[in-house]
């Protein structure tokens, strides 16, 4: 009986673990299964042959990675939107994101197009308060960068006044600006102002220079002159627009001052080079040779008396005026009929020694234009005690301006020296020699 009760026990226990291994085998190929359905699954969701599912067991870093392709994909849309001209859903778009997390400048850039086209009385609210909502995420090295860039495109869309407003709102929220910009910032910053020139939008040119200002970032005085360069090959409207939008963000260094007046003086636009001088001394820019050189040139033309004032300014800066630059602006007097400022100039070469026969010879024609024969008469012996000798042109001229004020005997006198010898005379001293014939044969009756 006990051998009998031992077998049993035995065979029991024995068949238990059978059944053990077996349930142990069916579990093991259950989840063999599984795994197996999963990747089967997996790989179709992979190639996109099924949807994309959720599953409930999936982790917590799995349902974050999943929420934040759904972001990407919306803002992927909101720019795509946009590169559309779908101004109205970029704007949907912006309404459901702006407080879901920080966008991207891209997609900032689109939704700022569209709240300046379509909702401008919400653009600087709206943005001021994304960035409030998502400060981190603006770094102090990204600052300026988005304030240019938010900026051109309120300048473009809405003028200088949106971008104002706008740049009002977002100084607060986007932290202290870097003192110096690197090469390559800068570098970045003049090139874009040169693109909107070249492209004659003045308004984001002046917009991203006034992002510039802000940033504390300075254009170089090449920099600036090249600016102008650019704008007066649009004409002297794009010239006084950028001058004016200059002014209170920069000093107009010298170079570019000289731009401006070499312009004005080439178009003889006397408005824009007195805008022109009052800028520079309001700023305090010091003016160079060339700067009083296209100055006293328009002014000699316009007759305006700052032109004596300005002469004198340029020498006590140490500036001289060659005979070259003298001759010019008698000549522009004479044309003027500027007698004043002819006499500051003769004034100066006297000084000076400089009293050349050329000098004299545009002096006379000075005195001439504006009636005054007298004066070019007396000129004759004023060249005669500088050691100089008239030549025929002068001598004919004389003798023409003797008849007419009603001095014949100075008349007379350069007949019989037969214009200096030359038997060759001037047409002028042809006429001045027959006038006076006439004169004399009348004095004869």
């Not at 304030?147 to 100084?171: F, I, N, P, Q």
């Not at 824009?272 to 040779?289: E, P, V």
Request: hydrophobic fraction near 45%; include cysteine; glycine fraction near 8%.
């Amino acid at each position: 009986m006990a051998a009998a009760a031992i077998d049993y026990s035995v065979t029991a226990a024995l068949s238990n673990a059978d059944e053990s291994q077996d349930l142990v085998s069916s579990v093991l190929g259950e989840l063999a299964w599984f795994a197996a359905g999963f990747a089967v699954v997996q790989t179709l969701i992979f190639f996109r042959i099924l949807p994309q599912m959720n599953f409930p067991l999936l982790s917590i870093e799995s349902r974050s990675e999943g929420r934040a392709l759904q972001r990407k994909c919306a803002v992927k849309d909101l720019c795509a939107a946009a590169s559309a001209g779908q101004h109205a859903k970029v704007l949907e778009a912006w309404d459901h994101e702006k407080s879901q997390g920080p966008l991207p400048l891209d997609a900032l850039k689109d939704s700022a197009h569209a709240l300046a086209l379509l909702a401008p009385n919400r653009l600087a609210s709206d943005l001021a308060a994304h960035l409030a909502r998502f400060p981190a995420a603006h770094t102090q090295a990204a600052a300026a960068t988005m304030l240019t860039a938010l900026l051109e495109v309120a300048a473009e869309v809405g003028g200088r006044d949106l971008a104002d407003e706008l740049a009002s709102a977002l100084k607060p929220h986007l932290g202290t600006k870097p003192a110096v910009a690197d090469g390559a910032v800068l570098s970045g910053h003049v090139g874009a102002v040169k693109d909107h020139l070249k492209k004659g939008h003045l308004d984001a040119a002046t917009s991203r220079l006034a992002a510039m200002r802000d940033a504390e970032i300075e254009p170089p005085a090449r920099a600036m002159a090249e600016f102008f360069e650019i704008a007066v090959g649009l004409g002297a409207d794009a010239v006084g627009h950028l001058l004016n939008g200059m002014d209170g963000l920069f000093v107009l260094p010298p170079e570019a001052m000289a731009v401006v007046l070499s312009d004005c003086l080439a178009r003889e636009d006397v408005v824009l080079a007195r805008r022109a001088d009052a800028l520079a001394r309001d700023q305090g820019t010091q003016l160079g040779f060339s700067m009083y050189d296209a100055l006293l040139k328009i002014y000699a033309t316009a007759s305006d008396a700052r032109a004596m004032k300005l002469f004198e300014d340029m020498q006590s800066r140490g500036f001289f005026a060659s005979e070259g630059l003298c001759g010019n602006l008698l000549s522009r007097c004479g044309d003027a009929g500027n007698l004043d400022f002819a006499e500051c100039i003769v004034t100066y070469l006297r000084g000076r020694s400089g009293m050349t026969l050329r000098i004299f010879k545009t002096l006379m024609r000075v005195y001439a234009r504006c009636g005054k024969f007298d004066l070019a008469c007396d000129l004759y012996e004023q060249v005669l005690e500088a050691g100089l000798e008239p030549d025929d042109v002068m001598h004919g001229c004389i003798i023409k301006f003797a008849v007419k004020c009603g001095r014949p005997q100075l008349a007379e006198q350069l007949c019989g020296r037969g214009g200096g010898g030359n038997a060759h005379a001037s047409d002028g001293h042809g006429r001045g020699l027959a006038a006076a014939a006439v004169l004399t044969k009348r004095r004869g009756r």
